[in-house]
Nanobody
Framework: VQLQASGGGAVQSGESLTLSCTVS????????IGWYRQAPGKERELVAE???????NYAESVKGRFTISRDPAKNMGYLQMNGLKPEDTAVYYC?????????WGQGTLVTVSS
């Protein structure tokens, strides 16, 4: 299975973007899709994910601004990002769990200028 993230770009502070994650084939892992990000010089961090029992987990820094969603019928995941801030600048990765381990997409760059 392969993942491809898209939808990144350069925006101004306060604007919105929606990231999409295309999963190459139907897999139960789409139900547990997650988004991570890695800013320059920093470690990769969780942004949002569907956890066990369909509980959604958000990083404190994005709560109230970002919304994760999924469409297993289309093998798609999404990350709606509103009220973007310069500190949201990073490469965003989508990921799903698979029996052999977690699979990652190639990342899409989001740049937010003030």
């Amino acid at each position: 299975v392969q993942l491809q993230a898209s939808g990144g770009g350069a925006v101004q502070s306060g604007e919105s973007l929606t990231l999409s994650c295309t999963v190459s084939r139907s897999t139960f892992g789409v139900n547990a899709i997650g988004w991570y990000r890695q800013a320059p010089g920093k470690e990769r961090e969780l942004v949002a994910e569907f956890g066990s029992g369909n509980k959604i987990n958000y990083a404190e820094s994005v709560k109230g601004r970002f919304t994760i969603s999924r469409d297993p019928a289309k093998n798609m995941g999404y990350l709606q990002m509103n009220g973007l801030k310069p500190e949201d600048t990073a490469v965003y990765y989508c990921t799903i769990p698979q029996p052999h381990g977690r699979v990652w997409g190639q990342g899409t760059l989001v740049t937010v200028s003030s």
